[in-house]
């Protein structure tokens, strides 16, 4: 199974943990694409992620007859007009750190969409994904901030490195690492392009590990990008039971296995 990346914006913004957590507490509900059911089960894990697992079918699909394998004989179809079969199943996983929205079928863009603006009475769009620095930078105006995570070595263990200074503070022995929040006040992405080479940079070195940058193109919407999306899909490997269907315990698991 495979997973494809896309950028979730709300109201021109990256979704909140509340609005999340207001869709999730709804529980289990049911939801109606023209003539496509849906059955959605939503929750929050790890105050991290927001999980869907959806069954859906076409609502109006249906036979009279059915076709059974054992006796090869056509047969009255058991199943009422008024029962829906729900053979097919969506995944759908979104990453409140890393604002990176996996789907394993990108054709239910429109489906999450519509579902997402019924709950939250909001402006959604789900966008594709901006994969390089470069392209960063030409659709963004300004840079707003940027999170990483710094590894601790020798380069930067002096007695005056914020790795020092925080074992000090707290006396305790220095940390491995330590994750930053960088508030670059809106600077012109022009004024900021040496600094993003050089988040780049020791990210490539292993200096810096997660780094995200968050910027704002001229029609105020905010974008980020993320070191490591240059892989655009994600791929697990999930069995089939016998009714060819996934189990989503199972799917849940190793897709968080992959994106943590």
């Not at 470069?134 to 105006?141: C, H, I, L, P």
Request: charged share 30%; aromatic share 12%; glycine share 2%.
């Amino acid at each position: 199974m495979q997973f494809k990346t896309f950028q979730l914006y709300i109201n021109s913004d990256f979704p909140k943990s509340y609005d999340l957590a207001n869709v999730a507490d709804h529980g289990t509900t049911i939801f109606f694409d023209n003539v496509e059911f849906y059955e959605i089960e939503k929750s929050i894990l790890e105050k991290r992620f927001f999980w869907m697992y959806c069954q859906y079918d076409n609502s109006k699909l249906y036979t009279d007859t059915v076709w059974n394998k054992i006796t090869e004989k056509e047969e009255n179809n058991p199943r009422k007009k008024t029962q829906i079969e729900c053979r097919n199943q969506l995944f759908v996983c979104y990453d409140m750190q890393k604002h990176l929205l996996y789907l394993n079928d990108m054709s239910k863009r429109s489906f999450l969409k519509k579902y997402l603006h019924e709950m939250l009475n909001k402006e959604v769009e789900i966008k594709n994904i901006i994969h390089s620095l470069e392209d960063f930078e030409r659709s963004v105006q300004t840079i707003k901030n940027a999170t990483f995570i710094q590894v601790r070595n020798i380069a930067n263990c002096a007695p005056s490195s914020i790795f020092s200074q925080t074992a000090n503070i707290y006396g305790l022995d220095a940390p491995e690492s330590m994750q930053l929040k960088v508030d670059c006040g809106n600077q012109p992405i022009r004024k900021m392009v040496n600094s993003l080479r050089g988040f780049k940079r020791r990210n490539e070195t292993g200096e810096f590990e997660r780094v995200v940058v968050v910027g704002v193109d001229d029609s105020g919407i905010e974008k980020s990008f993320d070191f490591s999306s240059m892989i655009e899909s994600v791929k697990i490997h999930a069995e089939r039971d016998e009714n060819q269907h996934f189990d989503p315990n199972e799917v849940r698991r190793l897709i968080l296995n992959e994106i943590r």
